[in-house]
Nanobody, 126 residues
Framework: QVQLVQSGGGMVQTGGSLRLSCAASGGTLSNYAMGWFRQAPGKGRDFVGTISRSGSTYYADSVKGRFTISRDNAKNTVYLQMNSLKPEDTAVYYC????????????????????WGQGTQVSVSA
């Protein structure tokens, strides 16, 4: 069973950048499609982006062109690079893993993911 440990996050001003990391243990990350989600106070968990085993990515419209997901299978780690941050990006961010038989598989649906990181706070001040 894979375990995901997140790092990074914090507080930045509008226009700043942050990078989140998601390190996997207990499993081989290359077997998983990975997703990033976020949850603002009082709201549901929203899709941010996803990366397939082959490295294909797909993003929510709200972050497209500002956020980039990458993976380093040798380090068993996935990254979320966030640039041009806005106050509306403030949320707890979660990484998630989906065991994928096909290398092109990815998903924007919360319920497709079986394993979740602990979450990390990102706060963007105006």
């Amino acid at each position: 069973q894979v375990q995901l440990v997140q790092s990074g996050g914090g507080m930045v001003q509008t226009g700043g950048s942050l990078r989140l990391s998601c390190a996997a243990s207990g499993g081989t990350l290359s077997n998983y499609a990975m997703g990033w989600f976020r949850q603002a106070p009082g709201k549901g968990r929203d899709f941010v982006g996803t990366i397939s085993r082959s490295g294909s990515t797909y993003y929510a419209d709200s972050v497209k062109g500002r956020f980039t997901i990458s993976r380093d299978n040798a380090k068993n780690t996935v990254y979320l690079q966030m640039n041009s941050l806005k106050p509306e990006d403030t949320a707890v961010y979660y990484c998630a893993a989906l065991l994928a038989r096909l290398i092109g598989t990815y998903s924007s649906k919360v319920n497709d993911y079986s394993y979740w990181g602990q979450g990390t706070q990102v706060s963007v001040s105006a």
